[in-house]
């Protein structure tokens, strides 16, 4: 079976530097480095993080108090995954008293920036995103109130009246297209909306590489990543919507040679925050097949 890799699959460079960031203040395991909630969203990238004694110590959402012992044996330092935090968060790691590094994505820095700036200049901020997603969750920190996150066009639909200034921004991780059209359905309701698409290059750049797999004749797609990890299941979701058999997997060990047999060639790509060594095996446990 033929198999094409897409060109952006892999670590973006926000994961990247997230990773190098907890490995520096690691220093090679002489220091514990705890992550409130995952750093990156990859299990197995987290598993082997582990080695350096790169620990995830929070929740999921960044919600609950952390556990971490005050009998530590080695100094430890609080890092700040990719997806950011709420301010009221960042108050909270630093009150625990423990050196503080943020991994926090730049671009989501950027929109953590535009959502504070017009929530200050008294503007309603609208968010393109998922409410439950640390991304959003940390975002909504930056609002002081004046958020209201959107997942769809019914819930534009159900917004309370917003007043004459009004700004929209998306999630780092959305899809382009849908932003494009409930943007415009908010505009049409609010002429002054000022609209900012702050869905990341590294997103735009896999959603796009993912669309030249099927036009050079995938017959099925593999997309590779974890399963919480917001841009992997938006790759997923796209890739179906081509209309081809689709497989969400997080290793290789999830691949069931069967369902390949009727494809001659199959496009793979992985989520943002997928290891290259995971990508490396899927992809040569599909040529075997
Ligand atoms: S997907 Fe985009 S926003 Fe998220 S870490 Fe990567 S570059 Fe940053």
């Not at 409130?36 to 110590?57: C, F, S, W, Y």
């Not at 920036?113 to 920190?141: N, Q, R, T």
């Not at 990341?200 to 797999?213: H, I, P, Y």
Request: with cysteine; charged share 25%.
């Amino acid at each position: 079976m033929k198999v094409i890799r897409a060109k952006s699959a892999g670590f973006c460079w926000g994961v990247e530097r997230a990773i190098k960031v907890a490995r520096e203040e690691s220093r090679g395991g002489e220091r514990t480095v705890y992550t409130d909630g995952p750093l990156i969203h990859n299990r197995q990238m987290m598993d082997a993080l582990g080695k350096d004694d790169i620990k995830e110590v929070g929740d999921y959402q960044s919600k609950k108090d952390l556990k971490i012992s005050d009998k530590a044996e080695k100094e430890s330092v609080v890092v700040v995954r990719a997806h950011g935090i709420s301010p009221q968060r960042r108050e909270y790691l630093k009150d625990l008293g423990l050196p503080f590094r943020d991994g926090t994505c730049p671009d989501v820095g950027i929109i953590a920036g535009k959502v504070k700036s017009h929530a200050d200049k008294g503007h309603s901020v609208v968010i393109f995103g998922d409410p439950e997603h640390p991304e959003v969750i940390g975002l909504v920190g930056y609002a002081k109130g004046r958020s209201h996150v959107i997942s769809n066009e019914a819930d534009l639909h159900q917004l309370p009246a917003l007043g004459d200034n009004v700004a929209m921004v998306s999630q780092s991780t959305m899809f382009t297209h849908e932003f494009k059209h409930l943007s415009g359905l908010l505009a049409s309701k609010y002429p002054n909306l000022l609209v900012f698409d702050t869905i990341c290059g590294a997103t735009k750049e896999r959603q796009s590489d993912l669309v030249e797999l099927v036009e050079s004749g995938a017959d099925a797609i593999v997309v590779i990543g974890g399963k919480h990890s917001a841009n992997t299941r938006k790759l997923a979701k796209l890739a179906a919507s081509y209309d081809r058999p689709t497989f969400h997997i997080e290793t290789a060990n999830d691949l069931n040679p069967l369902n390949f047999s009727e494809f001659s060639t199959v496009g793979v790509t992985a989520g943002a925050s997928t290891p290259e060594f995971i990508i490396r095996k899927v992809c040569e446990r599909l040529e075997q097949i």
